[in-house]
């Protein structure tokens, strides 16, 4: 999955600018899904989610590979410079492991968050409430209105 496979829909709404892949599916708590094989799903942290934590200083796993895991289930941890976050899972299934690249280089979770720096795999189902582009970019849109009105409030990264 290299940038240049990948093709993205622009957002704006108030200071905040990016791009997201048009194929992949969104969880509400800022996740991305992307389908690499039947049933083996990609998961990452959104631009969103990177900006609310941060450049991404370490992250790991309490799950081994092929662990049963479900839908909203901690199943590590990561360390940005603004916070310190539960990882939650957004599939349910087999899991299929922490990214290598990503363990000796956190910082691909913010740089290339779509491509290289993807978090971990699941083979299973996504969660239901996953969503299309159309539907995360109206979800992103109605969070940062909201953060807008009240920037006192971070929104959370999870469930």
Not at 43 to 68: H, K, Y
Not at 69 to 84: M, N, P, S, Y
Not at 104 to 118: A, F, I, K, M, R
Not at 123 to 151: C, F, H, N, R, W
Request: aromatic letters at 14%; hydrophobic letters at 40%; proline letters at 7%.
């Amino acid at each position: 999955m290299t940038k240049a496979a990948i093709e993205t829909v622009k957002f704006k709404r108030h200071r905040f600018l990016a791009r997201f892949p048009k194929d992949y599916l969104y969880s509400p708590a800022h996740f991305w899904l992307a389908e690499v094989e039947p049933d083996l799903w990609r998961i990452g942290l959104t631009n969103f989610a990177t900006r609310m934590l941060g450049e991404i200083v370490e992250f790991d796993f309490e799950v081994g590979p092929d662990g049963a895991v479900e839908v909203g289930q901690v199943v590590g941890w990561l360390e940005g410079f603004k916070a310190t976050a539960d990882l939650f899972c957004v599939a349910s299934g087999r899991f299929g492991g922490g990214n290598p690249k990503a363990f000796d280089d956190p910082e691909l979770v913010c740089s290339d968050s779509y491509g290289d720096g993807w978090l971990y795999q699941v083979q299973g189902k996504p969660d239901p409430q996953a969503v299309s582009i159309e539907g995360y970019l109206e979800l992103l849109g109605e969070t940062i209105d909201q953060m807008e009105e009240k920037p006192w409030q971070k929104p959370e990264i999870g469930p």
